[in-house]
């Protein structure tokens, strides 16, 4: 094997250490790049040196372009098991694992579907399902009337994954279950119905501490679905049969006995906008992610949040909703009414925890997330109740 570097001196002359001044004019070109001898590479990666196909074939596609979303759905209706191509920063990924294998992909980005804009007679917000995840973090109506949103987006993926990733392929992010992601593991119910689930035994640090089955244990991997939950947001999607409206919270799905089933939208059906309604108080809110890195990591538990307090710092009216926690953005239903008209302190905020994650249940290597859970709540909630 030789050593491929790019500039001179790589070592900054480690390697001479221990040699004379003399020892080291004799070798002038030890810095320098060497060729790589390409001999015994097979001219066919996929096979060995007997010629035997060592690796799946690729997954032929055929590639269309659609020019308005009438003729997206229409060209989607012929053939089910076809995607839309967006941003492609998780679908592209997924292909090239072979865990997906669409026999057709509709670029949609020429769709006029990247607006924001808000909505007539003072209704809400409006954002279109191509608008870019950086636009959406940035744009002012949202930094101003719905923080958390935008707080959730910019502690996602990179700068340039989030100038590429769009509102609608980031609502049907598939998880990052290990099991899941690698078709190298048999057992998935997610992949292969029926095959079990390797997380339940397996390594599931990653993985839901509520809402889960004997069937799947994977979670939802999205911050800005769990903004969303807590905003009470509206998905709306066209099929053939027009247009629909699907309230956030019946938008995606926990496993049950179909885990292969991450939302309710139908397979010829293709999401045009999410709609944000007029909260108030949502102006003060707020997106706490606790994960292992401090960027381009996905979370452990996160926490979105907003609050409404009287004079006196009695609740009024709350939103919580939990991630990495599920198979789908929790919205924490149980704290939420724990939190009515109490005080806004550690306390209370503590007591709401509590009942949320008392149906909790962890694995072998997950069970510290149900305590992580529950400080991270209290935090969250504390940060918003300090905002002025």
């Not at 998880?175 to 689930?197: E, I």
């Not at 939208?265 to 606790?290: G, M, N, Q």
């Not at 400080?375 to 002025?388: N, Q, Y």
Request: with cysteine; glycine share 8%; hydrophobic share 40%.
């Amino acid at each position: 094997m030789r050593l491929l570097h790019v500039g001179p001196d790589l070592f900054r002359g480690r390697m001479c250490e221990g040699r004379s001044r003399e020892q080291r004019r004799r070798n002038p070109r030890m810095d320098e790049r060497q060729y790589l001898s390409l001999w015994r590479l097979s001219e066919h990666p996929g096979r060995d040196q007997r010629g035997e196909n060592k690796s799946a074939h690729m997954n032929p596609f055929t590639y269309s372009r659609a020019s308005d979303a009438n003729q997206a759905v229409t060209e989607i209706s012929a053939k089910p098991q076809g995607k839309f191509l967006g941003g492609g920063t998780n679908l592209v990924d997924l292909m090239k694992m072979g865990v997906e294998t669409p026999p057709q992909l509709i670029d949609i980005n020429r769709l006029p579907l990247a607006q924001i804009e808000e909505l007539p007679e003072g209704r809400g917000l409006r954002i279109g399902a191509l608008a870019r995840n950086s636009d959406v973090a940035e744009q002012e109506l949202i930094k101003t009337r719905y923080p958390v949103l935008s707080e959730a987006l910019l502690s996602g993926a990179s700068p340039q994954l989030r100038n590429m990733a769009t509102v609608g392929g980031n609502l049907l992010q598939r998880t990052r279950c290990y099991y899941f992601y690698d078709p190298a593991f048999p057992a998935c119910n997610k992949r292969h119905p029926g095959s079990g689930c390797g997380a339940i035994e397996g390594y599931n640090r990653i993985h839901a501490i509520l809402g889960q089955s004997e069937q799947c244990i994977a979670t939802h991997p999205s911050d800005m679905c769990v903004a969303l939950a807590a905003l009470d947001a509206i998905v709306r999607v066209r099929g053939p049969n027009g247009e629909r409206e699907i309230p956030f919270d019946n938008f995606h799905r926990l496993p049950g006995n179909t885990p292969e089933r991450d939302t309710n939208l139908a397979p010829d059906e293709l999401i045009i906008a999410v709609d944000l309604p007029v909260i108030p108080f949502a102006t003060r809110s707020h997106y706490l992610k606790v994960r292992d890195r401090a960027s381009y990591a996905f979370a452990l538990v996160s926490v979105a949040t907003a609050l409404d307090l009287d004079v006196n710092r009695k609740i009024k009216a709350a939103r919580v909703a939990l991630g990495g926690v599920a198979h789908k953005p929790w919205r924490a239903n149980a704290a939420e009414k724990k939190l009515l008209g109490e005080k806004a302190d550690e306390q209370t905020f503590r007591a709401a925890a509590e009942a949320e994650l008392a149906p909790a249940k962890g694995y072998k290597y997950n069970s510290f997330k149900i305590e992580l859970a529950k400080r991270a709540i209290v935090r969250a909630l504390s940060t918003v109740t300090a905002m002025t």
